[in-house]
């Protein structure tokens, strides 16, 4: 109980932190831990982009920005002082790059009045915007994930799947588990059979599962891992000698981490993307110039290019273009968190915005609205091809199965509705 | 001299028996609970609510649990993630309204009985209960084994707890990520639970229920269950010849750990995180933290429970600020250093003091009490 006395006298230490009028970008990051190979990677590309705008452009509108990183090691009570830390900086947007953060984060960041940016994870059903008023999922979910797997495999099959086989390989953790209920569905209206295969964290022993998958042969193996999982799940595939381009990995487990390590057998291994990928952007010519030749690459600045690198560059830009946005509204460049939510519920990606900053066809063209915080959901496939050792992408953005998707999105933001007490606006 | 019992004399058995005989600890606990109860409350926000009381005072109650089973007892147990998660799950079933499903025609048709929600505060109580119901049950085996092998069964009820808890949807009430959300719950009218909380009510709710741990605890094992906790530990076989019913000594130490354990994965659950999933805050991680906490702390002592939590909840954030804050190391670096150095501070706490900083704080009295002329 002593030792209480000893924490006061470190909170006068923290509480003279210093006032500087930049715009913070905090990034709950993790370089340490079972999901360091994802998350480096994202850290570099998201903090290497607002390096980029400062060197380049000054900042946002002229006001510089400030990257304040904190390490998560993905673990939630970590992420939660992590935020708590921050947000008194006046952080603008979070992205914690986490599913079990951001459902902690959703409630919090609502009270608090700052916007919580999940890329292609978190809760799918924040594609509501008029009950999760503070939370963008945009331009991609999970639920678009499954719907565009499936969909993919439509394509591939001539449009007829019933009576197929589909394994889903998934992490038994909140995130794993989001697709279950849209293959569900998608299993019931186009007729194939669903095999679900839990792994449970950190996911390095799967032997049983592929086993299972080895007994009973589906025609198709869906995975949602993360971290050393999908590594794991790659290798095991290729012992059991599973047919590569029948196996397809969510967004976070089509990374070159997961498939150089199984080597020439991971070749034709498949994964959905909803942004691009390689490094044949003029942006990174700007990058090389103004970040890496400077010396101010973030972390080693040996992940340039590869696909989480990309996506943490997507991120940043934006989160950068949504305070674009929010500038323009407010007609002031010191914007607030709660101008920044305003922003991001504006923002306008087109083409046109995508090429003016060097990243033509980066991602889909897509614009966010009160009702709808999740943009197009546009899902696009990449290849690996492991003598080249280059992702590609081999099918476009494609549109999703909003029939399935829209109902489900419905029943669940307004059970969190019911439950939180959230009257929904818009 | 700073430290001295000298003219401090009792002239009835009951003010001898008291929790802290010596006037000086019992104005310093006085002062304590003053400072914790009158002043603290009045200076916090949301950072150091979150960051740092929060998780000190509900690893306190835990590591107290933890500590009459272990340190009292003697009754190894790896089980303490699983039985958090308990009274985590069973807090969030009562203060949503526990549901229960009864069969009423012959293909799968049923009705739903639900309770009543609980006031949070009960919930709290409640989900203790529970656990202890299911730590007695889990501590059964040890009437019959001990040591290693009593500390395997325990990681049994870890791994089957934590695998439970995400199988069967009953206990996350469907939802479908597999998560449990604490909903908004006040007590007396303020909310403690849910985003729109103060840090004072927070705090000042998770204070009583430390308190209250550190009462009981401290008054349980001063007494004859105490005794007979001791006894067992001590030597079990030479406790059953004069007369201690091992049976009894053991499942009443995994009882009361347990009700302790479960109001700490309550508040856990409900205060402090908010959201939990199972397998990430309440793995075999968690078991681990909470063992060493004690062992740190030192074994068989309430204050060593609080030192133990003090120690491992503020080092990392502590580390965090030196390095990332002041010094602008990267993080990772920082991570990293934060792992090497507590794990580092572990072994050489374990070498040198291995009765934990409860021992170093009775020796610092022992030297107080003659400075400055030491012998």
């Not at chain 2, 909310?191 to 004072?200: K, L």
Request: with cysteine; net charge negative.
């Amino acid at each position: 109980m002593k030792l209480k006395i000893t924490t006061l006298a470190l909170g006068a230490v923290m509480a003279a932190g210093p006032v500087m009028a930049d715009l913070v970008f905090p990034s709950l990051s993790y370089r340490t831990g079972p999901y360091a190979a994802g998350g480096i990677p994202f850290a570099d590309g998201y903090a290497d982009y607002f390096t980029l705008l400062n060197e380049r452009d000054g900042g946002i509108g002229g006001v510089p920005t400030r990257v304040l990183e904190c390490e998560t090691g993905y673990n939630t009570e970590k992420g939660v002082e992590c935020y708590e830390s921050t947000k008194g900086e006046g952080s603008l947007v979070y992205q914690p790059l986490s599913t079990g953060i951001t459902y902690q984060l959703i409630p919090k960041t609502t009270a608090d009045d700052i916007p919580m940016h999940t890329m292609g994870y978190g809760r799918t059903s924040a594609k509501n915007g008029a009950v999760f008023s503070h939370t963008f999922n945009y331009p991609a979910n999970y639920w678009d994930g499954a719907s565009g797997a499936v969909n993919y495999l439509l394509e591939v099959n001539d449009g007829d799947i019933s009576g197929k086989k589909i394994a889903l390989v998934y992490h038994n953790s909140a995130y794993g588990k989001e697709p279950i209920r849209t293959l569900e569905g998608l299993a019931e209206k186009h007729g194939f059979e669903l095999l679900l295969l839990p792994v449970d964290h950190p996911g390095q022993e799967q032997k049983s599962q592929w086993l299972q998958i080895r007994r009973e042969r589906p025609d198709n193996v869906l995975m949602w891992g993360w971290g050393v999982m999908n590594q794991v799940a790659v290798q095991e595939a290729v012992n059991i000698r599973y047919p590569m381009e029948n196996f397809i990995g969510i967004w976070w487990s089509g990374s070159e981490n997961d498939v150089i390590a199984a080597g020439d057998g991971a070749n034709g291994y498949k994964a959905l993307t909803f942004h691009n990928v390689g490094s044949d952007f003029p942006v990174f010519d700007d990058i090389q110039q103004y970040v890496v030749d400077t010396g101010k690459a973030a972390g080693a600045g040996d992940q340039i290019g590869t696909v989480l690198y990309n996506r943490g560059l997507y991120a940043a830009m934006l989160a950068a273009e949504a305070a674009k946005t929010a500038q323009e509204i407010h007609g002031t460049a010191d914007i607030t968190p709660a101008m920044m939510r305003d922003g991001m519920e504006a923002l306008d990606m087109n083409a046109d915005k995508m090429a003016a900053l060097g990243m033509p066809n980066f991602g889909p063209a897509f614009s966010v609205s009160c009702e709808n915080h999740g943009g197009p959901a546009l899902v696009g496939v990449t290849q690996w091809d492991a003598s080249a050792q280059t992702w590609s992408l081999i099918s476009d953005f494609k549109p999703t199965d909003a029939e399935i998707l829209a109902p489900l999105i419905a029943e669940d933001s307004a059970a969190y509705a019911a439950e939180a007490g959230i009257e929904p606006q818009c | 001299m700073f430290y001295r019992e000298a003219g401090d004399f009792h002239t009835s058995y009951p003010s001898d028996n008291q929790t802290f005989p010596i006037r000086l600890d019992r104005y310093r606990y006085y002062a304590v609970l003053a400072v914790a109860f009158g002043v603290i409350p009045f200076l916090i926000n949301d950072y150091w609510a979150n960051a740092i009381l929060l998780p000190f005072l509900i690893y306190s109650i835990a590591a107290i649990g933890l500590n009459i089973l272990v340190g009292y007892c003697g009754q190894v147990s790896l089980g303490t993630g699983g039985f958090m998660a308990v009274g985590a799950y069973a807090c969030y079933k009562f203060m949503t309204g526990l549901d229960i499903w009864l069969p009423t025609g012959p293909e799968g048709e049923y009705v739903r009985y639900a309770l009543p929600e609980i006031n949070i505060f009960f919930s709290v109580l409640l989900a203790g209960v529970v656990t202890a119901a299911v730590t007695v049950l889990f501590g059964l085996p040890s009437l019959r084994i001990k040591g290693f092998y009593l500390a395997v069964a325990t990681l049994a009820a870890q791994f089957f707890l934590v695998w439970m808890f995400n199988r069967v949807a009953w206990f996350y009430n469907y939802s479908a990520s597999g998560q449990i959300n604490a909903p908004e719950r006040g007590f007396l009218g303020i909310p403690v639970t849910g985003p729109a909380t103060e840090a004072w009510a927070t705090y000042l709710f998770c204070l009583i229920f430390t308190v209250g741990a550190a009462i009981l605890a401290r008054n349980l094992t001063r007494g004859t269950i105490g005794r007979t906790w001791m006894a067992i530990r001590d030597m079990d076989i030479a406790a059953e010849i004069i007369g201690v019913n091992p049976m009894r000594a053991k499942l009443t130490a995994f009882a009361v750990s347990g009700f302790l354990v479960g109001v700490s994965g309550a508040l856990f659950f409900a205060v402090y995180l908010g959201a939990v999933e199972v397998g990430e805050v309440f793995g075999i991680t968690k078991s681990f933290l909470v063992l060493f906490m004690i062992i740190i702390g030192g074994l068989g002592s309430i204050f060593g429970s609080f030192a133990g939590a003090a120690f491992l909840v503020l080092l990392p954030v502590f580390l965090k600020l030196l390095g990332v804050d002041l010094l602008g190391f990267p993080t990772d670096i920082v991570a990293h250093m934060q792992l090497i150095i507590v794990g580092a501070l572990i072994v050489i706490f374990l070498i040198m003091e291995p009765h934990g900083l409860a021992q170093l704080w009775r020796v610092a009295k022992e030297k107080l009490r003659l400075w400055p002329f030491p012998h």
